[in-house]
């Protein structure tokens, strides 16, 4: 049995993960680099151990040193949160070496899950929809022949990583040497492996994704989808759930190939299957798998009322899942607005600093996932994530209502945020009749 975790990430989903670990009676242990060890994440855990590291960031991604971490403090299993750790084979693997559990997939699912071309494969063995394209890494050399039989205009993607790197749009065959050797180096650079693949491009299309949970006793569920088409160069902004465009008879379909995907490639844990949705031929397709918890995770949360790391956690020791399908319903709508200290009228530069005031909002459907307080300071050296405002209502113009009242109430003085961004983006008539594609804010 899980007794004590250790929580191998810093910010805003260490204290998630944290608070669930406390809820199931468990001990959390934070981790924290030697320059970090009064970072707010640290006073949530009950034991804090230091890892040392030549970077400051370096120290939550040094795999080696974090299974020593969770041994050297008598932990029983790790988190990994999300980011790179959550996504890394090795490091799942080195934790079952060690005798820790590991909080997440197995290491073989996260493999597949993080070759996009095998999840591509993998989909369609499941008989899940896919975007027409290359069916395989391309060799460049053929990569025109290819382009022409899907049809410009064409998308290039890394076939390995995720954050919009190594993806390129070419219009016609006279950018496209240059696009994919610019594609893969950035790839390569990224994520150690230049491998691409193409697809055609639609140009109007909304991000949808399907949150799954699945056990080791042969149980999976879906828990509804979330939009996250507001988008800026591939980086989430904002999420909702339900999705406004679908059907029932769409969102059952959606939902029935979501978990057909993850029963192929033997999901365990919570996990997203992720789709986009082509406005102009009404249907949706696969993409890829994240295969770990996701930041817009707690719009699921508000709208089916399930703890989706806690349910990861009662996985993770064994337990089957506390629910069947039909025990899923969706109850009004959620939105998420993530805040992050950028400067919006800088191009989004990042604006550490430190905190001269802290005010998070209050009062009924809402809900802040953060992690700073007053005279908390900002590092240069981390993601810009600093919060996450919630808002749940009867139906998505109750949780507009919500949120808005929220991004008032947010007041975060002393760093540049993009509170601001969020409070405009609410009042856009387009965002509030739901007529959005991943491209509303693209700059």
């Known amino acids: 049995m899980i007794r004590r975790l250790l929580v191998a990430n810093r910010g805003e989903i260490a204290v998630r993960v944290i ?13 924290a680099a030697t320059s970090d060890t009064a970072a707010p994440h640290v006073s949530y855990a009950d034991d804090v151990v230091q890892v040392e590291a030549r ?11 974090l299974i020593e971490a969770g041994r050297r403090s008598g932990c029983d299993a790790v988190h990994p949160g999300y980011g790179f750790l959550s996504e890394s084979a090795a490091f799942a693997r080195g934790c079952e070496a060690a005798g820790l559990t590991f909080v997440g997939p197995p290491a073989d699912v996260i493999e597949l899950a993080g070759n996009k071309v095998a999840a591509r494969e993998t989909a369609v ?32 993607k890394a076939a390995f990583g995720g954050g919009g790197r190594g993806i390129r749009v070419l219009n016609d065959q006279s950018s496209l040497v240059a696009a994919l050797n610019s594609a893969a180096e950035e790839a390569r650079i990224s994520f150690g492996d230049g491998a691409l693949y193409l697809e055609r491009y639609l140009p109007r299309v909304r991000h949808i994704e399907v949150q799954v949970l699945a056990d080791c006793h042969g149980n999976l569920v879906h828990l509804g989808e979330r939009e996250c088409s507001i988008q800026r160069r591939h980086q989430k902004l904002l999420e909702e759930s339900p999705a406004v465009c679908l059907s ?36 949706f397709y696969f993409i890829e798998i994240n295969a770990r918890i996701q930041v817009e995770h707690p719009v699921t949360e508000m709208v089916t009322g399930v703890d989706l790391v806690v349910e990861q956690l009662r996985v993770a020791d064994g337990l089957p899942l506390a629910l069947a399908q039909e025990d899923v319903e ?19 530069m990042p604006s550490p600093g430190t905190v001269s005031k802290y005010r998070v909002p209050g009062g009924p459907g809402l809900r802040v996932d953060g992690f700073l307080e007053t005279g908390s300071t ?21 949780a507009l209502a919500r949120m808005r009242r929220g991004l008032r109430e947010f007041q975060i003085d002393g760093i540049a945020t993009t509170v601001p961004f969020h409070r405009d983006l609410l009042d856009d008539p387009e965002f509030i009749k739901g007529d959005i594609t991943t491209r509303f804010r693209e700059s």
Do not use: W
């Open 125 to 156: 063995r499941a008989g899940a929809p896919v975007v027409p394209g290359s069916g395989g890494a391309i060799a460049l050399e053929s990569a025109a022949e290819i382009a022409e039989t899907i049809g410009y205009p064409v998308l290039c």
């Open 248 to 283: 029932d008879t769409q969102r059952q379909e959606l939902g029935e190939a979501a978990v057909a995907v993850a029963r192929a490639c033997g999901y365990v844990n919570a996990g997203t299957i992720e789709f986009v949705y082509d406005i102009d031929d009404e249907k």
């Open 378 to 398: 900002v590092s240069p050296h981390y993601d810009s994530l600093i919060a996450k405002v919630i808002a749940h209502g009867k139906d998505r113009a109750a």
């Open 55 to 65: 970077h400051p960031r370096a120290a939550y991604l040094d795999v080696d040193a």
């Open 330 to 348: 969706l109850r009004g709508h959620a939105i998420e607005c993530r805040i992050t200290a950028e400067d919006v009228s800088a191009g989004f």
């Open 19 to 31: 608070r669930a670990a406390h809820d199931l009676g468990l001990e959390a242990v934070a981790v």
